[in-house]
Nanobody, 126 residues
Framework: QLRLVESGGGLVQPGGSLTLSCVGS????????IGWFRQAPGKMREAIGC????????SLADSVRGRFAMSKDGAKNTAYLQMNNLKAEDTGIYYC???????????????????WGLGTQVTVSA
């Protein structure tokens, strides 16, 4: 059974950077596409992007393209979300999730992900 744990959240000033980690245990993340999602206070959960099982294909939402990037490290069984030029509207709880049904690609559809972490809080404020 795959278990995911996010970390790296915190308080950062606008324009700052954070890197979130999503550590997998129990099963190798090489078999999974990893999706990143966030939920701001009072808003619906939204997709940020995803990275394919092999780490070569990524897809980012328009709201974060050019500022965020994703990667995977098989040796550490960890996926990363690098966030730059953070804005107040990036505030929220960030989740990673795993999808074992796709190979070489991924989609930003939360209902396709069946393993979820508990999330990590990101607050962007001066």
């Amino acid at each position: 059974q795959l278990r995911l744990v996010e970390s790296g959240g915190g308080l950062v000033q606008p324009g700052g950077s954070l890197t979130l980690s999503c550590v997998g245990s129990g099963v190798t993340l090489d078999w999974y596409a990893i999706g990143w999602f966030r939920q701001a206070p009072g808003k619906m959960r939204e997709a940020i992007g995803c990275i394919a099982d092999d780490g070569h294909y990524t897809s980012l939402a328009d709201s974060v393209r050019g500022r965020f990037a994703m990667s995977k490290d098989g040796a550490k069984n960890t996926a990363y979300l690098q966030m730059n030029n953070l804005k107040a509207e990036d505030t929220g709880i960030y989740y990673c999730a795993a999808n074992a049904q796709l190979s070489g690609t991924c989609r930003q559809l939360d209902h396709e992900y069946n393993q979820w972490g508990l999330g990590t809080q990101v607050t962007v404020s001066a």
